[in-house]
């Protein structure tokens, strides 16, 4: 007898962030989605879903866009994949010089491309590192990150990241990070001068429960680090290609970071392709005579794969052919207007929002967070499923971050599903038989 794709996936699979125990309980009956179009997902069944969270904060067009489908197969029908190193190929190239054209401030020249956002930051890291070893300060090996930080999971990533539950236990594993909460207190911070470089999520932490930063935060930040000559990161990879409402979310803050780490949406969430952007400075400081001398050290097998070079590519045109960033600024006023209605709900406490990016707290009737143990939010989500909207929490926070390309009307189903979803597992005699 063949297994259903369930069957198969309990016998043979291990899912990230996943207690395998639970996944594997004969009464977790798991999502299968198979196909997609648009901003909506479909199971084996024919159930459709709003991708409340872009498919894990990764999509930007929507699902199947044919002209994402056309370009991958027209750069499958040249070459899948090519080394790079020692080669280069067109699509690379091309995408590299639209990136530092698009990249607003006109200060970051080169792109070295990788996987995922993790190895993006991995890359920025190594940078930050050898840059300051082969340019007469080997004293600056430290980093600055901030607390409640996510900037990946590889072992690099989660040295800068600040949330306990996924960073403390590997603490013995990890190099040392100097963790500051706000710009008042990095002000107090007094050993700049052993600092190479310094991190943040631009305007919002996502996975910090999409917690926003003070307006003008980010240009403070800039500053400070002109001031101490610290390496600004800005780690752009869920606020990048339109999340918060403008391209890059350092442009509302007219920011110019010395290195940006891009991934989840650069290739509008079709394939795995990840970039960091850096500084003419810091790309200067790895010249020298020979491969031996001081070139970066870091690359990985799959290096500005020429598929996911060519869906991004796509999805940039897309952003001029659909002006999806035009049509974004009236959906950003409807969310905002869709969150106000849900204010008075009792079991609603603080809403954060960033452009298209929502964060709904769910608390009990008199304010008070709810116990972690009892996963109210992981309960209102699998609720809201029965109604047409998939996303996942944060603990008790609700995420809203669908496709740059969903409607109105679909936004509108999506936040009725979210108020749906709480009254069934928070009011459930109130509801109408
Ligand atoms: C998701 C995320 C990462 C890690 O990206 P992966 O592609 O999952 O490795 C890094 N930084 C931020 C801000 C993220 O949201």
Request: hydrophobic share 40%; charged share 20%; aromatic share 8%.
């Amino acid at each position: 007898m063949k297994l259903t794709p369930a069957e198969q996936d309990k016998a043979s699979l291990w899912h990230p962030f996943t207690q395998m125990a639970d996944w594997c309980d004969p009464g977790h009956e798991p999502l299968v989605l198979q196909s997609g179009k648009g901003a909506m997902l479909r199971d084996i069944h024919g159930n459709e879903y709003l991708d409340g969270n872009s498919s894990i904060w990764t999509n930007i067009h929507g699902h199947a866009h044919p002209a994402i489908n056309a370009a991958i197969e027209a750069q499958l029908r040249e070459v899948a994949h090519v080394s790079f190193l020692g080669f280069t190929h067109p699509t690379a190239a091309a995408l590299a010089e639209r990136l530092i054209e698009l990249y607003p401030g006109n200060h970051l020249k080169k792109v070295f491309f990788s996987d995922n956002g993790s190895t993006a930051m991995e890359a920025a890291i190594k940078m930050a590192v050898q840059y300051r070893q082969q340019n007469g300060e080997p004293e600056r090996t430290g980093f600055l990150a901030f607390e409640n930080a996510y900037h990946g999971d590889t072992m690099g990533a989660t040295s800068l990241g600040g949330m306990r539950l996924f960073h403390q236990r590997f603490a013995t594993h990890q190099f040392p990070v100097t963790q500051v909460s706000t710009m008042q207190d990095l002000e107090k911070f007094s050993a700049a001068e052993q600092i190479t470089a310094i991190v943040i999520e631009p305007l919002i932490q996502g996975v910090n429960r999409m917690h926003i930063w003070p307006k003008g935060m980010l240009a403070e930040l800039r500053a400070w680090c002109d001031r101490h000559d610290v390496f600004l990161i800005a780690d752009e990879v869920m606020t990048g290609f339109g999340r918060t409402g403008t391209l890059f979310a350092c442009e509302q803050e007219n920011v110019t970071p010395d290195l940006v780490t891009l991934a989840k949406g650069l290739t509008g969430g079709y394939l795995p392709l990840a970039a960091t952007l850096t500084s003419q400075r810091i790309y200067d400081g790895f010249l020298g005579a020979g491969d031996m001398e001081r070139p970066l050290y870091y690359g990985h097998s799959y290096t500005a794969n020429a598929l996911g070079c060519a869906a991004a590519l796509a999805s940039l045109d897309l952003f001029e052919s659909e002006r999806t960033l035009e049509n974004l600024a009236a959906k950003i006023t409807r969310m905002r207007e869709l969150l106000a209605g849900l204010q008075t709900h009792p079991h609603i406490g603080a809403i954060r929002q960033c452009g298209f990016i929502a964060g709904i707290d769910l608390v009990a009737a008199d304010g008070s967070p709810f116990d972690p143990a009892a996963r109210i939010g992981k309960q209102v989500c699998d609720a809201a499923r029965k109604h047409g909207l998939l996303t996942r929490p944060i603990l008790d926070t609700l995420v809203l971050m669908p496709p740059l390309c969903t409607t109105e009307t679909q936004l509108e189903s999506a936040v009725e599903a979210v108020r749906k979803g709480i009254d069934q597992v928070l009011r459930p005699c109130q509801l109408p038989a």
